[in-house]
């Protein structure tokens, strides 16, 4: 900037225009975030009522077979075929016996039922950003905490 033509300083201000709206729309949408996020009420028992869905296991169905040693391409196909039978006979896939069950892989038994629940399969995603109870209490810890921080430097 500093061997411009005067004339240039006013074509470096138009720009910042720009940048102010960003700024401040920005700014009033996280408002109507957090005000639409302060009076939603979360209605747990309907949330866990979702949540039965046997689909939304699917990927648990087929880990569970993976800790078997089938292969995860071979138990993602056995799971589909399973999935695609309970769709056709009208049933949940959590209500199919075991003897319907070992028709597809021989390797189910009477834990596939104690692996599907929500509780297993939130439990087994233990990693940082997991949905284990506790990655999401250490999630939460370290959002308090940079929250904290930031509220401090303000």
Known sequence: MKGLPSSYQR????????????????LAM?????????????????LRQAAQDPALVATEFADYLVTFGVPFREAHEIAGKVFQAA??????????P???????????????????????????RSSPGGTAPGAVRAALQEFKSRLAKLEESL
């Open 11 to 26: 074509d470096l201000q138009e720009d910042k225009e720009n940048l102010f709206q960003a700024h401040d729309q920005a």
């Open 30 to 46: 996280l408002q109507i975030a957090g005000a639409t996020l302060a009076a939603t009420q979360f209605r747990e028992d309907r």
């Open 87 to 96: 769709e056709k006979e009208g049933k949940s896939i959590r209500e199919m």
């Open 98 to 124: 075991v003897e319907r069950l070992k028709e597809f892989s021989p390797v189910f038994d009477g834990n596939l039922a104690t692996a599907l629940t929500l509780e297993s399969a939130l439990a087994r």
